[in-house]
């Protein structure tokens, strides 16, 4: 059962995907690490052996998560807490996620960190739908922290080699499309997270980004809105931003509303005859 310093593996994962889920952080031995190399949703890897070093890049909430919520967990925790930070463990660890079967990324797909841990990403500059749900699906389910550089079109691939970014939505690329796949559904597979709710949105974003509307009753509303926010912002950075809380509310009906309706409501007195 979970208490206050705890945390369920089903509510956390009602948080991942959200603007407010926590910063998870993953303890596991190398060893148990190596026997299934794939991670919680958004987590990154830490050793319990060196938290003293990077406790000050702990912000916000922390969800620690080792093998099975024990020993390395409640005393990485307790660490954390000692510091004045708020953290919590998962109840039954990396094993009851795993139990559960929810969605787990694949360690191998994610491009190396730099420096201080995060992913370095490239594509083109002016995104309209693909360039802003990849990042966002990034951000929210792989690495929180990433990295997004938007270039001149002809010199993504060699700014991704110079500085060691991965190159995505160009042609011949991994992170591209792949037949009547847009990148968006391509990183919805490859990095293990064919959920519902991202299944929808995938089917969204490929219909409004190919053009081919009838796929998805929402679709056209995604594209107007999308083409809207390129109007809107000459900054390809902080048109990101935006698009991030436009996909964070489209991934929220996909989850949670798409059965709820609305009409307008009409309280006027009946006229008597």
Known sequence: ??????????????????????????????????????????????????VAEWTSGVTGSAVIICQKGGKLAEGTAAWLRHEGLHAETLDGGFDEWKSAKLPLVPADKLPARDARGRT??????????????????????????????????SEVEEVGKRFGAAPFDIENVFWSHRGELCTFDVMIDEFGLAMPPL???????????????DLSPE??????ASLG???MYDDDLAQLEAGIALY????????????????WPNHR????A
Do not use: Q
């Open 1 to 50: 059962m979970s208490s206050y310093t705890s945390i369920s593996v089903e509510k956390l994962g009602r948080l991942i995907g959200t603007a407010n889920a926590p910063m998870l952080i993953d303890v596991r031995t190398e060893n148990d690490f190596k026997a299934d190399p794939r991670l919680i949703p958004g987590s990154i890897r830490r050793s319990h052996e060196r």
């Open 120 to 153: 370095i990403w490239v594509t083109r500059s002016r995104p309209k739908i693909d360039r802003i749900a990849c990042p966002w699906l990034i951000r929210r389910f792989v690495d929180p922290n990433a990295v997004f550089l938007f270039v001149t079109p």
């Open 199 to 213: 299944l929808r949105l995938g089917k969204m974003v490929r219909a409004a980004d190919t053009g081919r509307l």
């Open 219 to 224: 679709a056209p509303g995604l594209l107007a």
């Open 229 to 231: 926010l390129s109007r």
């Open 248 to 263: 964070d509310a489209f991934y929220r009906w996909c989850r949670d509303a798409t059965g709820e309706t609305h009409n």
């Open 269 to 272: 007195a009946k006229v008597p």
